[in-house]
């Protein structure tokens, strides 16, 4: 069994519903994030787990750190309930963000097929000093900032964006460059 590689995610949205942000940062620097002008929290924090695993589809044991319980259950204990019932909730309402639980069924379909395991996860608590999750949040909460202003699009290290230190803390809200604050804890 080789090495897991861990991939924190994050979702931000500028009210709720409004303008959203979504953001996968890796322990290796590695990052994505993107912007959607009208969205949820929740919106952003799905689309942070789609693009995690459709970016890292070869990676054999990618290990997904959460803040949103949601996103988890969602992906781990929704999803087919919600497709074999014919995407209605069990109070016989319609299932909401059907078609981001459509591509992550796909994506988690196309591992399978291709004999690589589920992807695993891990819930972390936001907000708490936990070094990628502050970065997801950072690079989700900037996102939602350029959907704030009418742009749709993305941006990533693995198309020539630079990498990320994760070995330091992300820089707070106006802030241009991390800084080595450590939250309750020290940063390694």
Same mark, same amino acid.
């Given at each position: 069994?080789?090495?897991?590689?861990?991939?924190?995610? +994050?979702?931000?949205?500028?009210?709720?519903? !409004? #303008?959203? !942000?979504?953001?996968?940062?890796?322990?290796?620097?590695?990052?994505?994030?993107?912007?959607? #002008?009208?969205?949820?929290?929740?919106?952003?924090?799905?689309?942070?787990?789609?693009?995690?695993?459709?970016? =890292?589809?070869?990676?054999?044991?990618?290990?997904?750190?959460?803040?949103?319980?949601?996103?988890? +259950?969602?992906?781990?204990?929704?999803?087919?309930?919600?497709? %074999? %019932?014919?995407?209605?909730?069990?109070?016989?309402?319609?299932?909401?963000?059907?078609?981001?639980?459509?591509?992550?069924?796909?994506?988690? +379909?196309?591992? %399978?097929?291709? &004999?690589?395991? +589920?992807?695993?996860?891990?819930?972390?608590? &936001? =907000?708490? &000093?936990?070094?990628?999750?502050?970065?997801?949040?950072? @690079?989700?909460? @900037?996102?939602?900032?350029?959907?704030? *202003?009418? %742009?749709?699009? /993305?941006? $990533?290290?693995? $198309?020539?964006?630079?990498?990320?230190?994760?070995?330091?803390?992300? #820089? @707070? /809200?106006?802030?241009?460059? #991390?800084? @080595? *604050?450590?939250? &309750?804890?020290?940063?390694?």
């Amino acid at each position: 069994m080789g090495e897991r590689y861990i991939v924190a995610t +994050d979702g931000a949205c500028k009210g709720n519903p !409004g #303008p959203a !942000g979504w953001a996968w940062v890796a322990e290796d620097g590695h990052w994505a994030a993107g912007s959607v #002008p009208q969205g949820t929290n929740n919106i952003g924090e799905l689309l942070a787990v789609l693009h995690a695993i459709t970016m =890292h589809q070869d990676v054999a044991h990618l290990h997904i750190q959460a803040d949103s319980m949601y996103a988890i +259950d969602t992906y781990t204990k929704w999803m087919d309930g919600h497709r %074999r %019932r014919g995407w209605v909730t069990s109070a016989k309402k319609p299932v909401a963000n059907q078609e981001i639980l459509e591509q992550l069924i796909t994506a988690r +379909d196309a591992r %399978r097929a291709a &004999g690589i395991p +589920d992807v695993t996860f891990e819930h972390v608590r &936001g =907000h708490a &000093g936990h070094l990628l999750n502050g970065w997801a949040d950072e @690079r989700a909460v @900037r996102a939602s900032g350029h959907a704030a *202003r009418g %742009r749709a699009r /993305s941006w $990533s290290s693995l $198309s020539g964006q630079e990498r990320l230190d994760v070995t330091a803390a992300a #820089p @707070r /809200s106006g802030e241009d460059k #991390p800084g @080595r *604050r450590s939250s &309750g804890r020290q940063a390694r």
